[in-house]
């Protein structure tokens, strides 16, 4: 039986009587790649807020994770996050590379747990598959914004999820360390098996990397192939005036 690894069901949310969300139904399969676009303020946030579990419920509607509802869900250890700005990282901030993946061995271990020989090797396996093993001893902050994103990607590889979340991950980092970040992700996808919900307002860069895309404008406006989007009634809808859709391509 093929569980969708994430489902909304009529998901609403709201602060005060400010609509977010309304009657959102989504669902990530395994193996899909789902860009997951939207102007700002469109509730993308709040969505992610609501799978990662760090707001408790939807005001109206279901969300699961791995066929469990989300409130009930214990095995975060399957879910990698990468935060929006976590390229941006304070460069006073006093720990290594290696220290700063260790820290995604948590939901593994529990966060009171002693760190075994396992956790370390597996922190050189995740700096190893991101290209960043050589930096472990190297302060975080002393890294350049490409380099760190991808250190805080190992972080969310460390416990081996099954799906990685991605929230604005080119913001603040040059072309060239974008067009490497899309290449990395598509090697990780292949050796990995890994399904990614992938965040953000560059629909160009994204809708030719992804294998599905879901517009959000607090409504869901589309989800499906990112061929078949990009209609000018489709982003009229979408942000609500006129905007052309530009197509990046990246070229490795």
Same mark, same amino acid.
């Given at each position: ?11 609403s949310f709201g602060?005060?009587?400010?609509? /977010?969300? +309304? @009657? ?11 860009? !997951? $676009? %939207?102007?700002?303020?469109? #509730? ?66 529990g966060l009171l ?9 597996? /922190?050189? +396996? @995740? ?11 190297? !302060? $975080? %902050?002393?890294?350049?914004? #490409? ?59 994204v809708a030719h ?18 061929? +078949? ?24």
């Open positions: 039986m093929n569980t969708p690894l994430v489902k909304l069901k009529d998901v602060y005060g009587s400010d609509p /977010v969300l +309304e @009657a959102v139904d989504l669902e990530v399969r395994r193996g899909d790649y789902l860009g !997951l $676009i %939207g102007p700002n303020g469109s #509730g993308k946030t709040t969505m992610l807020k609501l799978i990662l579990g760090t707001i408790a419920e939807p005001t109206r509607g279901k969300v699961e994770l791995f066929g469990v509802p989300s409130g009930q869900f214990r095995d975060w250890w399957k879910v990698g996050y990468v935060a929006q700005k976590a390229a941006s990282f304070n460069s006073g901030f006093p720990a290594t590379v290696a220290e700063v993946v260790l820290t995604g061995r948590a939901p593994r271990r747990r002693l760190y075994t020989r396992e956790d370390r090797q597996a /922190v050189s +396996e @995740a700096l190893e598959k991101v290209g960043m093993l050589a930096f472990k001893d190297r !302060l $975080i %902050g002393r890294l350049s914004g #490409g380099q760190q994103q991808r250190v805080f990607i190992a972080r969310a590889l460390v416990s081996h999820p099954e799906l990685l979340i991605l929230d604005e991950p080119t913001v603040g980092v040059d072309v060239e360390a974008e067009a490497q970040f899309y290449r990395l992700i598509r090697e990780l996808r292949q050796q990995m098996g890994l399904t990614v919900v992938l965040v953000s307002h560059d629909m160009g860069a990397e992804v294998t599905s895309l879901a517009c959000l404008n607090r409504r869901l406006f589309y989800h499906g192939s990112p061929e +078949e989007f990009g209609t000018e009634e489709q982003l009229c809808e979408l942000y609500g005036h006129h905007v052309r859709a530009i197509h990046h391509h990246h070229h490795d």
